[in-house]
Each structure stands twice: as structure tokens, then as C-alpha cells.
């Protein structure tokens, strides 16, 4: 396995699927001697911007496609 340019790493499926690391899933990088282990972060508690944005989530009301609200935000 070989680090991108951008620090990325793929962990194979076989793996994620032994240790349930579902896309979205928050990972911690410990030190572990003279290694690095991955493990699932733990809960963190909610802050005002999840909460705000919990509260935004759905509550559109418009048609517009996209085209559209971009017209609008460019000026057009």
C-alpha cells in the first residue's frame, strides 16, 4: 500500500467490512510504539453548528433547480 501525494490511503474492504468502517465513519490515527493503529473515534458530543444544521436539514420549501438558484446567486 503506498501514501498519496495528498496523505490518502485506501484501507481494503475486507478490512473495513471486519471492523464496520462504513463511509462517514470518524477514524482517530494513535501511536502505537513505533506504529499508527486506526481506530473508530469516539462520540463526540453535538455542538451548536450540528444542532443548527440538524435544524436546517429538510426545511427547504422551493422548486428551484439548481440552474436557477445559481442565476440568482451569480447575478443573472
Known amino acids: ?9 485506501t484501507i481494503p474492504q475486507a478490512l473495513r467490512n471486519e471492523f464496520g468502517l ?3 465513519t470518524d477514524v ?6 513505533d506504529g499508527v493503529r486506526i481506530v473508530k473515534a ?12 440538524e435544524l436546517l436539514r429538510g426545511s427547504a420549501k422551493t422548486r428551484m ?12
Not at 1 to 9: E, L, Y
Open 65 to 76: 433547480t439548481t440552474d436557477e438558484i445559481m442565476a440568482l446567486t451569480r447575478g443573472e
Open 42 to 53: 469516539k462520540a463526540r458530543k453535538p455542538d451548536r453548528a450540528d444542532r443548527a444544521m
Open 1 to 9: 500500500m503506498r501514501i498519496t501525494s495528498k496523505g490518502q490511503v
Open 28 to 33: 482517530e490515527f494513535v501511536a502505537d510504539g
Open 22 to 24: 462504513l463511509p462517514e
